[in-house]
Structure formats: structure tokens, C-alpha cells
Nanobody, 115 residues
Framework: QVQLVESGGGLVQAGGSLRLSCVGS????????MGWYRQAPGKQRELVAV???????NYAESVKGRFTVSRDSAERTVYLQMNSLKPEDTAVYYC?????????WGKGTLVTVSS
């Protein structure tokens, strides 16, 4: 069974940085793409960044230039480096992966940015 386990969330002051990690397991098939979504209180879940095998990436406009998504060589771990964090980045961040045409989600990790 596919599992995605996130780590790295926490409380940080505005302007600070955090690095999220997500480790995928439970399938012999490719995890592609892998990426991050977030959901702030009272809002819908939204795409933050996605990494596609081969190196292509896609970012939400609100995080371009501040966040960087990457994967390890085995392509089972996806990272999100978040710099210049803003209070509006406060949300639960969810890891997402597609495996054999099915989407899987992690349980989420809370990122809180104080002003």
C-alpha cells in the first residue's frame, strides 16, 4: 500500500525558511509526479509545487522565486525548500504522488508563519 509521510513543518517567523520532506513507499512502480499542495483555514486545497520525472517543475504564482521543489535520485522523496516565508503561507502542507494513475496523499504537516 502506497504511503507518503511528510516531515519538516513547524513555526517560523516571517522571512524565515523551512524545508519539508516527503518519503514515499509501498509500490514498485514509479511515483510520478510528486509534489506539494496546501490548505489554509477556510480555503480550498491548492497546488504549491510539483516535480515531474525528468526535472520539469510547476509552481503556484504566489510561491515562485521563494520555494523550490526537488526529488532525490531514487525519486521516492520529494522536498520543498521554502524561503522568505510570509504569514499567508500558513497552511497544512500535503504531499501528493501519482502511482499507476492513482493519486495518493500524505496526512499533512502544519506550517505556521508568524508576523
Amino acid at each position: 500500500q502506497v504511503q507518503l509521510v511528510e516531515s519538516g513543518g513547524g513555526l517560523v517567523q516571517a522571512g524565515g525558511s523551512l524545508r519539508l520532506s516527503c518519503v514515499g513507499s509501498g509500490s514498485i512502480f514509479r511515483f510520478n509526479p510528486m509534489g506539494w499542495y496546501r490548505q489554509a483555514p477556510g480555503k480550498q486545497r491548492e497546488l504549491v509545487a510539483v516535480h515531474i520525472t525528468g526535472g520539469s517543475t510547476n509552481y503556484a504564482e504566489s510561491v515562485k522565486g521563494r520555494f523550490t521543489v526537488s526529488r532525490d535520485s531514487a525519486e521516492r522523496t520529494v522536498y520543498l525548500q521554502m524561503n522568505s516565508l510570509k504569514p499567508e503561507d500558513t497552511a497544512v502542507y500535503y504531499c501528493n504522488a501519482r502511482v499507476v494513475a492513482m493519486d495518493y496523499w500524505g496526512k499533512g504537516t502544519l506550517v505556521t508563519v508568524s508576523s
